[in-house]
């Protein structure tokens, strides 16, 4: 996604202007706002669910309005409000609002309310079903929100590729300004899905860990512990980014999306979607493996997904590779969410110098030969990354950061 010239460091890029993420949001289990999120990543391992505790909506939508809107919008709502506020305020979306887009996925959008309504159509009858459950329940309703909120009248739209949607969804909204449709664009995801026919779901077809611990890339890895959250970056044409004084946390060089068409919930046990992924993200950026230093990886604590992921990222990358991490020992997998969760890890990772451990993991699996991040925070000099998610239906999702300047 950069300019055909040629960028600072010499590389040449492919067609299109270059993109920067000027503001970012989080809601997660280990922390609201990106300070208490950062250092829940690099604290100590959290016990018990990986539920968003604390959160209040209400100065959004206030506290009438905040009852008819489901979890999932309202994560998304209080990441986008910190994310805009990071980034200057209005002065980040200020402009032409026909130039100003929204891109924000989910995997499954708003079961919380569609599951609440269906008892009570059970228990209450059809005349007692809430009028607001459509537009609670729906997977774009963050987006709407968010284009509505903010008179964003570009481009509004909500990505629904399970765990990829929000890598995705940073991806699309980085191209949306790379190929000159949009100047700014909100990007992200949210996720709320942790109800109890969700969790029966995911338990009974034993994705989820028996154990209730996530361990990724640990030998004695059993099945991902849920989560949820959201998380929002404001993204902008670089040039527009360093016009009005922004901060820049890191320039977003490129993004690829790919298939397996294997199956609808195993990886392809070669990883081929994945690599083709990460290699097709590494030629937009104009970069080759070698100058990658760091992989904030999917993750997920399941054993063939993180199998599949390490054989991966050691067929683009040799062994050990670059510095890899996983951030869902603490956050959980957060399904949709959790690829702009780790978008926004990795910002604050150019920020801090530092990558975040891989929480859980304690025992080698002979497997796997990669040069996992353990034990606590890395020091990092901070050089092009990648984030990688990959969801159910074999969707692969990557995009990759470089520094400003």
């Known amino acids: 996604m950069q300019a055909v010239s040629a960028s600072p460091g010499g590389r040449p890029g492919v067609a299109g202007r270059r993109v920067a993420v000027t503001g970012v949001g989080v809601v997660a289990p280990c922390g609201i706002g990106q300070d208490a999120f950062w250092s829940g990543l690099t604290g100590?391992?959290?016990?018990?669910?990986?539920?968003?505790?604390?959160?209040?909506?209400?100065?959004?939508?206030?506290?009438?309005?905040?009852?008819?809107?489901?979890?999932?919008?309202?994560?998304?709502?209080?990441?986008?409000?910190?994310?805009?506020?990071?980034?200057?305020?209005?002065?980040?979306?200020?402009?032409?609002?026909?130039?100003?887009?929204?891109?924000?996925?989910?995997?499954?959008?708003?079961?919380?309310?569609?599951?609440?309504?269906?008892s009570v159509l059970l228990e209450r009858g059809a005349r007692r079903v809430s009028p607001f459950l459509v537009p609670m329940m729906m997977g774009n309703r963050a987006a709407a929100d968010l284009s509505m909120r903010y008179g964003l009248r570009g481009p509004c739209e909500a990505t629904v590729?399970?765990?990829?949607?929000?890598?995705?969804?940073?991806?699309?909204?980085?191209?949306?300004?790379?190929?000159?449709?949009?100047d700014v664009v909100l990007a992200g995801s949210a996720e709320a899905a942790m109800t109890p026919l969700s969790l029966a779901g995911f338990a009974n077809m034993t994705a989820m860990s028996s154990t209730g611990l996530s361990r990724p890339f640990d030998a004695r890895r059993d099945g991902f512990v849920m989560g949820e959250g959201g998380a929002v970056l404001v993204l902008e044409e670089l040039d527009r980014a360093v016009a009005r004084g922004a901060r820049i946390y890191a320039e977003l060089a490129g993004a690829a999306s790919t298939a397996d068409a294997h199956h609808i919930t195993a990886p392809a046990p070669d990883g081929a979607g994945a690599v083709a992924c990460m290699e097709l993200a590494l030629l937009d950026a104009g970069l080759t493996p070698a100058e990658v230093t760091h992989i904030n990886a999917h993750g997920?604590?399941?054993?063939?997904?993180?199998?599949?992921?390490?054989?991966?990222?050691t067929k683009v990358f040799g062994s050990p590779g670059p510095a890899v991490t996983s951030i869902k020992g603490v956050t959980g997998h957060s399904l949709g969410a959790a690829g702009s969760l780790e978008a926004v890890a990795l910002a604050l990772s150019f920020v801090h110098r530092t990558i975040p451990p891989t929480v859980g993991w304690e025992v080698p699996d002979p497997d796997i030969h990669l040069d996992l991040v353990v034990g606590g925070p890395r020091r990092w000099e901070p050089g092009p990354a990648l984030s990688n998610s990959?969801?159910?239906?074999?969707?692969?999702?990557?995009?990759?950061?470089?520094?400003?300047?």
């Open 390 to 405: 990959f969801g159910f239906g074999g969707h692969n999702g990557t995009i990759v950061m470089v520094p400003a300047g």
């Open 300 to 313: 997920t604590s399941t054993p063939k997904n993180d199998t599949a992921e390490a054989e991966a990222i």
């Open 44 to 118: 100590p391992a959290p016990t018990g669910e990986r539920r968003v505790v604390g959160l209040d909506a209400t100065a959004i939508y206030g506290p009438k309005e905040v009852r008819r809107v489901d979890p999932f919008t309202q994560f998304a709502a209080v990441a986008a409000a910190e994310a805009v506020a990071d980034a200057g305020g209005p002065d980040a979306l200020a402009g032409d609002p026909d130039r100003a887009g929204v891109a924000i996925g989910t995997g499954i959008g708003g079961i919380a309310s569609f599951e609440e309504q269906h």
């Open 161 to 182: 590729t399970a765990c990829a949607a929000g890598t995705h969804s940073v991806g699309n909204g980085a191209r949306l300004i790379a190929t000159g449709r949009c």
